[in-house]
């Protein structure tokens, strides 16, 4: 059984960046395609980016797109998200997913594995 633990969240101000990572155990992440979703107060969770297995393909929604940028280093079995220019509509808990079959997915109920979450809070 895979764990999936983020870290990195905080508060921050419009304009400034954070670094979130999300580590895992009880499994390779290597084997699996990596997203990030994020879920604000009474809304619906959504995808936020995604990476294949070596590194080579990264997908993110249009409201991150030229922000944020998601890493991985299979070999510390880790996945980042680098986020810059946040705005205060960045504002939500991001969760670190992990599909085991297929490729990336935009879609929540498509995923195997999620962590708890690390809350992003950007004022403005």
């Known amino acids: 059984q895979v764990q999936l633990a983020e870290s990195g969240g905080g508060l921050v101000q419009a304009g400034g960046s954070l670094r979130l990572s999300c580590a895992a155990s009880g499994g390779t992440l290597s084997s699996y395609y990596m997203h990030w979703f994020r879920q604000a107060p009474g809304k619906e969770r959504e995808f936020v980016a995604a990476?294949?297995?070596?590194?080579?393909?990264?997908y993110y929604s249009d409201s991150v797109k030229g922000r944020f940028t998601i890493s991985r280093d299979n070999a510390k079995n880790t996945v980042a998200l680098q986020m810059s220019n946040l705005k205060p509509e960045d504002t939500a808990v991001y969760l670190c997913?992990?599909?085991?079959?297929?490729?990336?997915?935009?879609?929540?109920?498509?995923?195997?594995?999620w962590g708890k979450g690390t809350l992003v809070t950007v004022s403005s």
């Open positions: 997913a992990a599909r085991v079959t297929g490729t990336y997915s935009t879609w929540k109920g498509a995923m195997d594995y």
């Open positions: 990476i294949s297995w070596g590194g080579s393909r990264t």
